[in-house]
Nanobody
Framework: QVQLVESGGGLVQAGGSLRLSCAASGCTFSSYTMAWFRQAPGKERELVAGISWSGGRPYYADSVKGRFTLSRDNAKKTVYLQMNSLKPEDTAVYYC????????????????WGQGTQVTVSS
């Protein structure tokens, strides 16, 4: 059973930075596409960034391009989301997701999820 555990959320002022981590267990990590989604109150869960199991350049939503950086460490079975120049509109619960297919935009298509970590950006 794949388990994902996120960490690194918190409260930060606008313009600040946070780094989220997602540690995986119970799987051959290098065989999984990893993604970060976020969900703000009253909104649908949206894809923020993803990195395929097959490698290649990460995908980023337009709203975070140039500010967020996604990376994975297969040896540590961990994926990271470095978030810089944070804005109040980045406030949301951030979820790590995993799947054995490629990067997809629809949350329901991912098989495994973490519990989420709250990111709050104050203005």
């Amino acid at each position: 059973q794949v388990q994902l555990v996120e960490s690194g959320g918190g409260l930060v002022q606008a313009g600040g930075s946070l780094r989220l981590s997602c540690a995986a267990s119970g799987c051959t990590f290098s065989s999984y596409t990893m993604a970060w989604f976020r969900q703000a109150p009253g909104k649908e869960r949206e894809l923020v960034a993803g990195i395929s199991w097959s490698g290649g350049r990460p995908y980023y939503a337009d709203s975070v391009k140039g500010r967020f950086t996604l990376s994975r460490d297969n040896a540590k079975k961990t994926v990271y989301l470095q978030m810089n120049s944070l804005k109040p509109e980045d406030t949301a619960v951030y979820y790590c997701a995993a799947d054995q297919y490629g990067i997809r935009w629809i949350a329901a298509e991912y098989d495994y999820w973490g519990q989420g970590t709250q990111v709050t950006v104050s203005s």
